[in-house]
C-alpha cells in the first residue's frame, strides 16, 4: 500500500501554511511575503521548545530529529528553481506590460546586470573582513558565491510588499522589472562562480560568452514559446483550457530552456511578457481576468507553502549566538552594497544620473527584498565537499538574511516613500512616528512629491508646494520674490520623462 510519506508531508506543510497565513493575518497583518516566514520560524522555536519541556515524558514526546531528518529530505532548490518560480515568473510577466518595459528599459538593466555584480563583489569583500577580524575565516570566493545568491530581489517579496504602499507607477515598473529579470543573472553569476569554485578555469571571455548564449537562448525560446501559445489561443476555449494553455506556456518553455542550458527565468519572462500583451487581440477581457485571478490564487498558494518551508528550514540551523550576530552583520553589509553598487552603476551613466526623481535611488534600493531564490541556491551547494566546511554559516546568513531583508527593507519601505513622496496620514506618534522622521532625514533635497491623477485618469507627479523652492525671501526676510530660473528647474523636476 505505500508508505504515504508524500502525502504526511504535504499535509503537515499545508495544515502550517494554512496556520501560519492566517495568523499573519488576523494577528501581524504584515504583507504575506514577510509575515509568513516569520510566523513559521516563531512556530518553529515553539515546537523546538515544547520538545525540550516534554523531554522523557512518557505520555507526550515530540520526536525533533525525526521532523529534522523530514526537513532535510526536502529538496528546495528542486522545488523552487526546478518548479514552481516558472509559474511565479510567468503570472507577473503576463501582468506586465511591454510599454512599461520599454519606457524604463535600461534603468531596469542596469539593477539587474551591473549593480547585481557590484552588489556581490562589494558585500563579499566587506564580508570577508568581518570573518577575518572575528577570527573565523572563510575563503573570498566562498563569500563571493554567497554574495551572488543574496544578490537577487525576490518577486514574490516586490509583489507582497508593493501591494501594501501607493508607490507611484515608475518606481513599481522598476521594482517588479528588476525582480524579473534579476533572477537569471543572478543564478548566472551564482553557477560561474561555483563552476570555479569546484576548479574549473575562469576566463572573463568564457564567462561573457556563456551569458550571451544564456540570454540570446533563453530569449529565442521565450519568442517561440510566446508566439506558438498565441497561436493556440485562437479559437473558441473552456476556462480550464485557457488555463492549461498559459500553464504550459510557463513550464514548457522553462524545461526547454534548462535542457538547451539557457536561463530558463528569460525564456518564461519573454514568454510571458509576449502572451500578455497579445491576447487582449484575441481574447475577450472578461476570460482574461479570469485566468489572471487563477493565477494570482496559485500564486498566493504557492508563496504561502514557500514560505512555510523557508521557516521550517530553521530545524536544521544550530543558531548559535556568534551565528546571529554574523547574519545580522551580513544583512547590514549586503544592505549597505546594495546602494552603494546602485550607486556607482547610475554614476556610470551620468546622463541618466541627472535626470532622476528625488529619493527614486534610495527607494529602489532599500526595497531590495530578498526571499526563497537566495535560500534555494545556498541550500543547492551547501554540502558539497568544497563548502561543506562553510555549510552552518552560508545556510545561518542566508536565512537571517532573507528573515531581516522582509522586516526592513519590506515592513520599512513604505516610511522611506514617504519621506519622498508626500502622505498627509504618515505616521507622527509612538516608535512609527519615531522611524519615519529619521527616514525623512535620507531626504536631502528638502522637497516632496505629490502622486495625482490628470482628467483622463493618468498619473502625473508634481513637486509638493513647489512655492517653496521658487519663491525666495526679500532681504528683509519676510517678502517673497519669484525666481524664473526656479521655475524652470521645478519643471525639470516634474519632467514625467525622468528616472
Same mark, same amino acid.
Not at 416 to 428: G, I, L, S
Given at each position: ?78 522545488? $523552487?528553481?526546478? /518548479? ?9 510577466? $503576463? ?28 558585500? /563579499? ?20 558565491? &554567497? ?12 509583489? /507582497? ?18 525582480? &524579473? ?11 560561474? $562562480? ?5 576548479? @574549473?578555469?575562469?576566463?572573463?571571455? /568564457? ?67 509576449? =502572451? ?65 553598487? *546602485? ?81 498627509? *496620514? @504618515? ?23 505629490? =502622486? ?14 513647489? @512655492? *517653496? ?17 526656479? =521655475? ?12
Amino acid at each position: 500500500m505505500g508508505s504515504f510519506f508524500f502525502l504526511q508531508v504535504l499535509s503537515v506543510v499545508f495544515a502550517l501554511s494554512i496556520a501560519t497565513t492566517m495568523f499573519n493575518k488576523r494577528v501581524l497583518g504584515f504583507p504575506q511575503a514577510i509575515g509568513v516566514p516569520i510566523v513559521s520560524a516563531i512556530f518553529v522555536f515553539i515546537l523546538q521548545w515544547g520538545a525540550s519541556l516534554l523531554h522523557g515524558n512518557p505520555f507526550f514526546n515530540i520526536n525533533i530529529v525525526n521532523i529534522e531528518k523530514a526537513v532535510r529530505t526536502i529538496d528546495f532548490y528542486d522545488f $523552487l528553481i526546478n /518548479g514552481v518560480i516558472c509559474f511565479i515568473l510567468t503570472s507577473s510577466a $503576463l501582468k506586465f506590460k511591454v510599454s512599461d518595459l520599454r519606457n524604463h528599459w535600461r534603468p531596469i538593466g542596469i539593477l539587474a546586470s551591473v549593480a547585481l555584480v557590484f552588489c556581490a563583489v562589494f558585500f /563579499g569583500l566587506v564580508l570577508y573582513g568581518y570573518q577575518f577580524l572575528i577570527g573565523k575565516h572563510v575563503d573570498l570566493l566562498v563569500l563571493l558565491l &554567497l554574495g551572488a545568491a543574496l544578490g537577487a530581489t525576490d518577486p514574490i517579496g516586490i509583489k /507582497g510588499v508593493l501591494s501594501s504602499v501607493r508607490a507611484p507607477h515608475h518606481l513599481i515598473v522598476k521594482l517588479e522589472g528588476e525582480s &524579473l529579470f534579476n533572477d537569471a543573472m543572478c543564478i548566472a553569476l551564482f553557477m560561474t $562562480l561555483f563552476n570555479v569554485l569546484q576548479g @574549473e578555469n575562469f576566463t572573463v571571455i /568564457g564567462v561573457l560568452q556563456t551569458l550571451l548564449y544564456e540570454i540570446v537562448v533563453a530569449v529565442l525560446i521565450g519568442l517561440v514559446f510566446g508566439f506558438a501559445i498565441l497561436r493556440i489561443l485562437r479559437g473558441k476555449h473552456e476556462m480550464e483550457s485557457l488555463i492549461l494553455t498559459t500553464a504550459l506556456l510557463a513550464c514548457g518553455s522553462y524545461l526547454v530552456a534548462l535542457l538547451a542550458h539557457a536561463s530558463a527565468p528569460i525564456a518564461c519572462v519573454i514568454g510571458g511578457l509576449i =502572451v500578455g500583451n497579445k491576447w487582449k487581440e484575441i481574447l475577450a477581457r472578461s476570460d482574461i481576468e479570469d485566468v489572471n485571478h487563477f493565477w494570482h490564487t496559485v500564486e498566493g498558494i504557492i508563496n504561502s507553502f514557500l514560505f512555510t518551508l523557508i521557516g521550517l528550514e530553521l530545524f536544521i540551523l544550530d543558531l548559535s549566538t556568534s551565528l546571529v550576530l554574523g547574519g545580522i552583520v551580513a544583512f547590514i553589509i549586503l544592505h549597505a552594497a546594495r546602494f552603494a553598487a *546602485n550607486h556607482l552603476s547610475f554614476a556610470l551613466f551620468p546622463s541618466m544620473r541627472k535626470k532622476s526623481y528625488n529619493g527614486s535611488l534610495t527607494i529602489l534600493s532599500w526595497g531590495g527584498v530578498r526571499g526563497g531564490i537566495s535560500l534555494a541556491l545556498i541550500l543547492a551547494v551547501a554540502n558539497i565537499p568544497e563548502l561543506e566546511e562553510y555549510s552552518s554559516i552560508l545556510v545561518g546568513y542566508t536565512f537571517i538574511v532573507v528573515l531581516l531583508s522582509g522586516l526592513v527593507c519590506g515592513l520599512g519601505l513604505p516610511a522611506v516613500m514617504n519621506a519622498f513622496y508626500y502622505n498627509p *496620514n @504618515e505616521e507622527k506618534e509612538g516608535f512609527k512616528g519615531w522611524y519615519q522622521r529619521m527616514c525623512h532625514k535620507m531626504n536631502r533635497k528638502k522637497f516632496q512629491y505629490l =502622486v495625482g491623477e490628470d482628467r483622463h485618469g493618468n498619473e502625473i507627479i508634481t513637486v509638493y508646494k513647489s @512655492e *517653496n523652492l521658487i519663491d525666495e525671501k526679500a532681504e528683509d526676510g519676510v517678502a517673497s520674490l519669484h525666481n524664473p530660473e526656479k =521655475v524652470q528647474e521645478v519643471k525639470r523636476l516634474e519632467n514625467p520623462n525622468n528616472f
